[in-house]
T-cell receptor, first 116, second 114 residues
Framework: AQTVTQSQPEMSVQEAETVTLSCTYD???????LFWYKQPPSRQMILVIR??????QNATENRFSVNFQKAAKSFSLKISDSQLGDTAMYFC?????????????FGKGTKLTVNP | DVKVTQSSRYLVKRTGEKVFLECVQD?????MFWYRQDPGLGLRLIYF???????EKGDIPEGYSVSREKKERFSLILESASTNQTSMYLC?????????????FGDGTRLSIL
């Protein structure tokens, strides 16, 4: 069974600095997708970034980038130039096939606080 | 723009009541999902549906059922609510299987069972 582990329950960073959130996963599949979702306080969960396992190039979305190490089964999220609005719960997720659909397996989340 | 709407942000019910949580999406998505979110446990999948009248159990289906009579609507039912079902419930939807499209989430329903 696939599992996703986020080893940092809470992290904090100063505004304008860079922070890296870690995520490891366990799977025997070769083709899969990985996601980082962000959930601001009392607000909707939104997609931050996604990575296809067959792509060697790390995904980037503005200030957000990933370090995808397939052999090590590691998928960390780097936030550059942190902003106060980045304060949120961050969830790493792995997409797998089940039945006729694709389902996400989530990690337990990392609570990130950006301090002014 | 993508929109997933959950009928209530906050809901308080009593033990033993039958509780309905409603979710509607306006994106014509085939897949819909119900999760519960608890501190320190992340999101856990309760049920999902990949077509009208189709449903599959997720990781924690016990004590819950679902209904999908129309493509845009996916209901979660607590047949006889218990205090351990107090939680945040999130609905999500995504488009076709095989496209590996991300899931879009609603705002969540914070359910308290007294």
């Amino acid at each position: 069974a696939q599992t996703v582990t986020q080893s940092q329950p809470e992290m904090s960073v100063q505004e304008a600095e860079t922070v890296t959130l870690s995520c490891t996963y366990d799977t025997s599949e070769n083709n899969y997708y990985l996601f980082w979702y962000k959930q601001p306080p009392s607000r909707q969960m939104i997609l931050v970034i996604r990575q296809e396992a067959y792509k060697q190039q790390n995904a980037t979305e503005n200030r957000f980038s990933v370090n995808f190490q397939k052999a090590a089964k590691s998928f960390s999220l780097k936030i550059s130039d942190s902003q106060l609005g980045d304060t949120a719960m961050y969830f790493c997720a792995f997409m797998k096939q089940q039945g006729g659909s694709e389902k996400l397996v989530f990690g337990k989340g990392t609570k990130l606080t950006v301090n002014p | 723009d993508v929109k997933v709407t959950q009928s209530s942000r906050y809901l308080v019910k009593r033990t033993g009541e039958k509780v309905f949580l409603e979710c509607v999406q306006d994106m014509d998505h085939e897949n819909m999902f119900w999760y519960r979110q608890d501190p320190g446990l992340g999101l856990r999948l309760i049920y999902f549906s990949y077509d009208v009248k189709m449903k599959e159990k997720g990781d924690i289906p016990e004590g819950y059922s679902v209904s999908r009579e129309k493509k845009e609507r996916f209901s979660l039912i607590l047949e006889s609510a218990s205090t351990n079902q107090t939680s945040m419930y999130l609905c999500a939807s995504s488009s076709l299987t095989g496209s590996n499209q991300p899931q879009h989430f609603g705002d969540g329903t914070r359910l308290s069972i007294l």
